[in-house]
């Protein structure tokens, strides 16, 4: 698992190279903190679909969530004069109950997540664009939440901060250092907890998980409410960066970029494989990959098919990785077995070949 | 097609007409097979058996042509070769039967025959010709005396039948040699004795089997000749009269093993856990009524499909209930799913051991402390030291043959793997545990150290039930026998009673 996320930090760090030496402005301070700036953004959501993943199951109503989300969130702020940590608390528990009723569909309905995620998909985006006659919500000329804007869109510079202003370097939007504290925060839920192993025990064989004792439905709605959730989160962040939206396309395909960063980042669409430092790398990958057709003159109607291309590449060499993997390990048990190491009871001697 | 051919231009009945001479193979630091003779005549059925690594499943490799020999021929119809290829094997008329169908169940009986080779008809439109499929597939279920017709889905077949469907669809390939491995490991009683119909039929057609088991009952009940190998080398090769169950057992593991009934070290116990007009989703009219005591095996035989994994799996909270009541230590309980047998103290060892028991992608102490996972995450995370520590406790507990406890248990052996299942919930001192099938398909060494085990645990106090369809297994290990028959307890046997007459009667019905 390590192996896999070095590598795809090496592709990173050449791709970048290369771009940064055919078009310097790419290292400028301002191209790295909008970068950093969308890697946090992205990033948010695209780990609440990790847990999503590794159950096996997948949520394709992200980007509408985002927008019917954002659109709740600058109306309840700007029109209804909710203050502003009531309605991201509104909206997040929105965000919980979005995640349990898909969870509770898959789970005791027995329904197929792609087809739950999908109707919500269409629902929410549906739903948002009602809730504002198709117009843009926004906010009115002067409008501001000095506090909240801090925290979503504010920038602090972090070594200058340390040093007291003798270093300055680069001002480092405040949502990729939430981004940061929710991976590491989500990094010990996956790798490190009770219900992390759970969920990766459910994601490789929910039935044997079953006849461990475990409460699979619990881990699985879980996963959901986890995504929903995080991706209320992300509706804030993204409503405050954009300042106004048009539900229309406000956030679409949002959730094909998290599946994208999870794919890279070494999740199985089967379930039961991935990791939270993989996927903030591949939300990272796919951000450099966008950065990379602005900054060296890709028409930028070519976006998707770079992204989609290396997404390609990039599974077919990690494929192609895992069978000499497969064929070392064989030859491996085959040399050990030489060496002596069998037993009788260990590897069934006829089959070494399995 | 070719072996039809080859069928009628062979040598007179009687003659042998695949020979494997001094045949020989070695993997780096494993002998599998040495200097192995065996000859096949039209209409021989002959064992094969040995403990597991034995060298079975090489020879079947030789013959299936997925292995090439270092040494020694093999002649078909009197022309001698290095080795057989794929193609070889089956244009030379053999065909297997292996443990694990290889059926498309969404499929009907038919389409499975003939899968990749169906007739065609309407010029290029090449769409299959159903009525032809159909028509072709009848006479091979007719030989076999199949109650069931071409365009019955596999889904609704019963094991057997499914296995009759491989050897129809061996049949097809106008096999002259049907390999049968490990065919009875998940059959029951009945079904086993219509298998051995089966191979009596396929014998008087003149088709020669190769039965391949550790059900050593079956072997003598169903062969002419016995070949016994062991580490690699044949031990012995018994002829008809010689067959006998003990001398098997003797040759293949050089010292005497029967299932020998050990007695309980004390009287039973109380009542662990009372089933009460217990009514299960399988057979939602029929109820169950039965007790367990602390401190004894309770067998709990029948055939298969009378409803005994399905009480498992309502006892252990997996199957809701549809009716009655369970009590345990007296007190009613309602198991809302397994989460809550377990904390009951309730443990199953369910019995398909690779995709209920384990998860084999997860290494053997990941799979040890699943269930109980809590005690080793002192704090917010779960503590890798603690959970090795339990692992290693486990593997030296049960003689668990590995010498990394950081292993995926995929890579275990069959034995092994059922270890790492009980070892699940023997770090979590259970107090009533159900084995379903807890033997099957492990080799005859591990089989006895479970039985071992499963006396262990009743004798500190445990009350053991065990689920299994293998008689010698049911007399040998039990204390009390439960038979089970369509869905209800057709009876209950005390140790003295324990008969496979009794037994057999009880499960297909009939009293005593």
């Given at each position: 698992m390590l192996k896999k996320d070095f590598g795809l930090f090496a592709l990173i760090i050449v791709v970048g190279a290369v771009v940064a030496i055919i078009n310097p402005r790419f290292l400028s301070p301002i191209n790295i903190a909008n970068t950093a700036n969308l890697v946090g953004l992205f990033g948010i959501f695209a780990i609440g679909q990790g847990f999503v993943i590794i159950t096996g199951?997948?949520?394709?109503?992200?980007?509408?969530?985002?927008?019917?989300?954002?659109?709740?969130?600058?109306?309840?702020?700007?029109?209804?004069?909710?203050?502003?940590?009531?309605?991201?608390?509104?909206?997040?528990?929105?965000?919980?109950?979005?995640g349990l009723i898909h969870g509770l569909l898959v789970t005791k309905m027995r329904l197929q997540p792609f087809v739950v995620t999908l109707c919500g998909l269409l629902i929410y985006r549906g739903i948002a664009r009602f809730y504002t006659h198709d117009g843009t919500a926004g906010f009115g000329f002067g409008v501001s939440f000095p506090n909240l804007e801090w925290l979503t869109t504010g920038r602090t510079d972090l070594v200058s901060l340390v040093t007291g202003g003798a270093v300055p370097t680069i001002l480092i939007p405040h949502s990729f250092f939430f981004m940061l504290l929710l991976a590491a925060v989500m990094w010990v839920v996956m790798h490190r907890s009770v219900f992390g192993r759970y969920l990766?025990?459910?994601?490789?064989?929910?039935?044997?998980?079953?006849?461990?004792?475990i409460r699979t439905t619990r881990?699985?709605?879980?996963?959901?409410?986890i995504c929903a959730t995080l991706a209320a989160i992300a509706a804030i962040f993204f409503a405050m960066y954009t300042r106004s939206i048009l539900p229309s396309g406000h956030g679409s395909f949002y959730e094909l970029y998290a599946i994208a960063a999870a794919v890279l980042g070494g999740f199985s669409l089967r379930g039961g494989e991935g990791s939270i430092v993989g996927v903030v790398l591949g939300v990272i990958l796919l951000q450099v990959l966008q950065n990379l057709v602005n900054l060296l003159g890709i028409p930028s109607s070519l976006n998707f098919a770079v992204m989609g291309s290396v997404i390609l590449i990039g599974v077919i060499a990690d494929q192609q990785f895992k069978q000499f993997q497969e064929r070392r390990r064989t030859l491996e048990a085959a040399r050990l077995a030489a060496a002596g190491h069998h037993e009788r009871h260990e590897q069934p001697a006829e089959e070494p070949a399995e | 097609m070719t072996t039809a051919a080859a069928l009628s231009e062979s040598p007179e009945a009687g003659e042998p007409f695949l020979r494997l001479i001094g045949v020989r193979k070695s993997y780096p630091g494993v002998l599998a097979l040495a200097d192995f003779s065996m000859q096949v005549r039209p209409g021989e059925v002959i064992g094969i058996v040995g403990e597991n690594g034995a060298g079975k499943s090489t020879l079947m490799k030789i013959l299936g042509g997925v292995t090439e020999p270092d040494r020694g021929s093999i002649e078909i119809d009197g022309v001698a070769r290095d080795a057989l290829t794929v193609n070889g094997s089956m244009a030379a008329g053999i065909a297997f039967v292996h443990q694990e169908l290889n059926l498309f169940d969404n499929l009907?009986?038919?389409?499975?025959?003939?899968i990749g080779r169906e007739p065609r008809r309407y010029g290029f439109l090449r769409l299959v010709d159903t009525e032809k499929l159909q028509a072709s597939v009848q006479p091979f279920l007719d030989r076999l005396g199949a109650a069931f017709s071409p365009t019955t889905p596999v889904s609704r077949l019963s094991l057997a039948q499914q296995q009759m469907v491989e050897i129809a669809k061996a049949l097809s390939f106008n096999?002259?040699?049907?390999?049968?491995?490990?065919?009875?490991?998940a059959l029951p009683i009945a079904e086993t004795d219509k298998l051995l119909e089966v191979i009596a039929g396929l014998k008087a057609h003149g088709i020669s089997v190769i039965f391949v088991s550790h059900r050593l009952n079956e072997v003598v009940r169903a062969c002419d000749r016995v070949i016994v190998l062991r580490d690699g080398r044949t031990v012995g090769t018994l002829e008809e009269d010689q067959i006998d169950h003990d001398t098997m057992v003797?040759?293949?593991?050089?010292?005497?093993?029967?299932?020998?009934?050990?007695?309980?070290?004390?009287?039973?116990?109380?009542?662990?856990?009372?089933v009460q007009g217990l009514r299960t989703q399988s057979y939602p009219f029929q109820e169950v009524n039965l007790d367990i005591h602390y401190g004894e095996i309770l067998g709990l035989a029948g055939l298969v499909g009378a409803g005994r994994t399905e009480l498992a799996r309502a006892l252990f909270g997996i199957d809701p209930i549809e009716g009655g009541q369970m009590l345990v230590n007296g007190e009613p309980v309602r198991f809302a799913n397994s989460a809550a047998a377990v904390k009951a103290g309730i443990f199953l060892v369910p019995e398909d051991r690779k995709e209920m028991g384990l998860l084999l992608d997860l290494t053997m102490t990941e799979n040890i402390t699943l269930p109980d996972l809590r005690t080793y995450a002192p704090r917010l995370t779960v503590s890798r030291e603690a959970e090795a520590a339990q692992a290693e406790r486990s593997r030296t507990e049960l003689d668990i043959r590995t010498s990394d406890v950081g292993i995926l248990t995929s890579s275990l052996s069959g034995g092994n793997q059922q270890k790492v299942v009980l070892a699940k919930w023997l770090a979590m001192r259970p107090r009533i545990i159900i084995f379903d099938e807890p033997t099957r398909g492990i080799d005859v060494g591990a089989k006895s150290e479970i039985y071992r085990l499963m006396r262990g645990l009743a004798d500190t106090g445990v009350a053991v039930m065990m689920?299994?369809?293998?008689?010698?297994?049911?007399?040998?290990?039990?204390?009390?026998v439960a038979v089970m028959h369509e869905g209800r307890i057709s009876g209950v046997l005390d140790r003295a009673e324990c008969s496979e007459h009794n037994i057999l009667r009880l499960a297909v019905g009939k009293p005593i």
């Open positions: 199951g997948i949520e394709l109503s992200v980007g509408s969530i985002i927008a019917i989300l954002g659109v709740i969130f600058i109306d309840l702020i700007a029109n209804q004069g909710v203050p502003w940590p009531l309605a991201a608390l509104a909206v997040t528990a929105i965000g919980v109950v979005m990766f025990a459910v994601g490789k064989n929910e039935e044997a998980a079953r006849f461990s004792g881990v699985i709605v879980a996963a959901y409410i | 009907d009986v038919a389409a499975n025959v003939y096999s002259r040699l049907v390999i049968l491995d490990e065919p009875t490991s003797q040759l293949m593991v050089g010292r005497e093993l029967k299932v020998d009934y050990e007695a309980p070290a004390q009287a039973r116990g109380a009542v662990g856990i009372s689920i299994s369809s293998d008689m010698e297994e049911v007399i040998g290990v039990s204390d009390r």
